[in-house]
């Protein structure tokens, strides 16, 4: 398998609970409601589209880890990486979103890298779920740090492997296409106007390099390792590339290729659709992706933990401290494994090996 892999304009924050709402046109399925969330703008075309959400408008609220209510976490104790029969122990890891400092922390906590943040964990297999940029302060760093442990671990005999996320896509996009209008099915839209208003980060496209733009690129889609399916959405529209894992991977790499702006947007903007195994119907949508690419339990990123819970916070002058992001969230009656734990909102990046102990 082949593993390849900036500052916008400040959209308003709050600092009340208010803000972890779920914007009801980023639903996947049924027509776009209008969004009392606070900063959500939805055109009138595109609040009636029915093909489901476009990503023109901001996908998920930025919130200032420093200027909102602190999602509490609860502490972990340090866990050393082992081996099975050969072979070593598997993490995944959730959107990390430029959280440098945090990933760092997260892998340290669970044994994966030293004090210097080099690989320690001999045979172990890590993978990374996707969405390394946007909203955070350092998705370059982060790149880079991924393209370095896969080297580190390599060299003693484990992996560290990663998955195309949203976010790979929209800064290729925006890399790539720039301004060129694009049909969103909603309108004209652009790569560039998407990713700054989705947290594109000034210094990272500064900072972007053809090496990164090329291991984005040749990045896989989706991976079934030990039982476990591993995408980053939560949505079936992985089901529209390809009826293997083979056929999907090579269905993005080769859209990629060809370098089309409007098919290039139409791959980001499926792979932004979530909540897809959230609601009733959800253990069957998950159910359809594992006939069709095998495993017994799906592994995701892409909607925060805290959204899939539902509405977090309650009604002006009610008391709510939302809910702890202490882990993975197992859903889907029990099908679905969320990896999301909100790092952009608060919450908690999560690196967590498999399987649960729960």
């Known amino acids: 398998m082949t593993q390849g892999a900036g500052q916008g304009p400040e959209t308003e924050r709050t600092a009340t609970l208010r803000d972890f709402r ?23 075309d595109e609040a009636i589209h029915p093909d489901g959400y476009t990503p023109t408008e901001r996908d998920l609220p930025v919130i200032n880890r420093g200027d909102t209510v602190q999602v509490p976490v609860a502490p972990e104790p340090l866990a ?5 029969d050969g072979t ?28 210097a943040g080099q690989w320690c964990a001999g045979t172990s297999r890590l993978w990374f779920l996707g969405d390394f940029t946007d909203r955070g302060p350092d998705g370059i760093g982060v790149i880079d740090l991924v393209m370095r442990l896969s080297a580190e671990a390599a060299a003693a005999g484990g992996y560290c492997k990663a998955l195309m996320g949203n976010h790979e896509l929209l800064l290729l996009g925006a890399k790539r296409f720039g301004d060129t209008p694009v049909n969103s ?7 560039q106007a998407a990713w700054l208003l989705n947290g594109g980060q000034k210094t990272d496209m500064d900072r972007l390099q053809d090496h990164h733009l090329q291991w984005m690129a ?7 390792v030990d039982g476990y399916l591993l995408v980053h959405s939560d949505t079936t529209a992985y089901l529209d590339y390809g009826d293997s894992i083979e056929a999907v991977n090579d269905t993005v790499r080769e859209t990629l290729t060809r370098n089309d702006a409007d098919e290039c947007w139409d791959l980001f ?26 495993g017994t339990r799906i592994v995701h990123g892409h909607s925060p933990i805290p959204y899939l819970l539902g509405e977090v916070g309650s009604e002006e002058g009610e008391d709510s ?23 952009t909102m608060a919450g908690k990046l999560l690196v967590q090996q498999l399987p649960l102990d729960i």
């Open 80 to 84: 050393a990486p082992h081996e099975t």
């Open 185 to 191: 099915g909603a309108g004209t839209a652009t790569f």
């Open 321 to 343: 401290t939302g809910p702890v992001v202490e882990g993975p969230h197992v859903y889907a009656d029990g099908l679905a494994i969320a990896m999301d734990g909100g790092v």
């Open 269 to 294: 903007r499926k792979f932004t659709k979530r909540f897809s195994f959230r609601d009733e119907g959800g253990a069957d949508a998950v159910r359809s992706l594992l006939n069709t690419y095998g």
């Open 218 to 224: 040749r990045l896989d889609a989706v991976e079934e």
């Open 22 to 44: 779920v914007p009801a046109y980023v639903h996947e399925t049924g027509p776009y409601g209008q969004s009392t969330h606070p900063g959500d703008v939805v055109p009138p």
């Open 88 to 115: 070593g122990a598997l993490y995944v890891v959730g959107d990390v979103h430029g959280y440098l400092d945090e990933l760092v922390s997260a892998l340290q906590a669970q044994g994966l890298v030293d004090a």
